[in-house]
Nanobody, 121 residues
Framework: QVQLVESGGGLVQAGGSLRVSCAASAPTFNVMGWFRQAPGKEREFVARITWISGVTNYADSVKGRFTISRDSAKNTVYLQMNSLKPEDTAVYYC????????????????WGQGTQVTVSS
């Protein structure tokens, strides 16, 4: 099972930017995604990228503000978060899937430990 390690979370003021990263131990997947979970809420989809093609997909709540990208040579995916809002506060998780075209968390079978992103107002 692939191991995923996130980094780059932190505290930022509203309107600011952060970049989180996720390094995979091996490229044994087709899709890498980011999810987030705020206290008392379900884990929700944020963005995903198809590893070979680079095709991306975003949740409506982050579209135009967040950008997912990858460095295939490093087996690493990034999530650049701009114009952050307090409602973006959550633990951000990366995950991988062998299933194309799905944003459902149940289709992602390996998860990182999560990194906290806090946006102050």
């Amino acid at each position: 099972q692939v191991q995923l390690v996130e980094s780059g979370g932190g505290l930022v003021q509203a309107g600011g930017s952060l970049r989180v990263s996720c390094a995979a131990s091996a490229p044994t997947f087709n899709v890498m995604g980011w999810f987030r979970q705020a206290p008392g809420k379900e884990r929700e989809f944020v963005a995903r990228i198809t590893w070979i093609s680079g095709v991306t997909n975003y949740a409506d709540s982050v579209k135009g503000r967040f950008t997912i990208s990858r460095d295939s040579a490093k087996n690493t995916v990034y999530l650049q978060m701009n114009s952050l809002k307090p409602e973006d506060t959550a633990v951000y998780y990366c995950a991988v899937s062998t299933k194309y075209g799905s944003s459902w968390r149940g289709d992602f079978n390996s998860w990182g430990q999560g990194t906290q992103v806090t946006v102050s107002s």
